[in-house]
């Protein structure tokens, strides 16, 4: 009895095509040909279409990715928004800053404030801006184990009742200071 030789299709029929010489130093879907006479011509063909499907299906996902990475997109223009925040005087040195849109037609565009500065890119528009920051308070609050819980020190009127605001612009320098106080407006 002469044994047929066996191909391991696996690969192919989970639609990835195996490209790689197998130890023979042939393509898998590329039988000898001793080996293509004693297996069927159907057999064949439908491995090589299958191989020719999954490359179709590779090609067609990376032609997708390159016109998303080329810039096919409805994401809406960002422009660079920077600045300083000063509380009483002194740059806060850790905290957050929002810039809210007003018309509500996206979230929150969100940066670190480190040393006072913060930078981020928002779309234009006229925005609200939160400021928040929270610091150890010497005698403040304790967690459950007792160790010292950061308070927010930053009062309201800059973060959850706002009414800060920044007009950002598509063209010049979108440059924002803030000064926030602990006393007065």
Not at 15 to 41: D, I
Not at 159 to 166: D, H, I, K, P, V
Request: hydrophobic share 35%; proline share 7%; glycine share 12%.
């Amino acid at each position: 009895m002469i044994e047929t030789p066996r191909y391991d299709t696996g690969t192919v029929a989970r639609g990835v095509c195996a490209t790689a010489p197998c130890a023979t130093g042939r393509l898998p879907h590329q039988p000898s040909a001793g080996e293509a006479a004693s297996r069927s011509a159907a057999s064949f063909a439908r491995s090589v279409t299958l191989c020719l499907v999954a490359t179709a299906r590779v090609v067609g996902l990376a032609a997708v990715g390159v016109l998303a990475a080329a810039g096919c997109s409805n994401q809406p223009k960002l422009y660079p928004v920077s600045g300083t925040v000063t509380f009483d005087g002194q740059p806060v040195e850790s905290g957050d800053i929002l810039f809210i849109s007003t018309a509500g037609d996206r979230g929150p565009d969100a940066a670190k404030i480190a040393g006072g500065k913060y930078a981020l890119q928002t779309t234009a528009g006229t925005k609200r801006v939160e400021v928040s920051a929270s610091r150890i308070r010497p005698g403040g609050a304790r967690g459950a184990g007792g160790e010292p819980v950061p308070e927010e020190y930053i009062p309201a009127r800059y973060n959850l009742e706002s009414r800060l605001t920044a007009e950002v612009k598509a063209e010049g320098s979108n440059t924002f200071d803030f000064e926030l106080h602990s006393q007065g407006p």
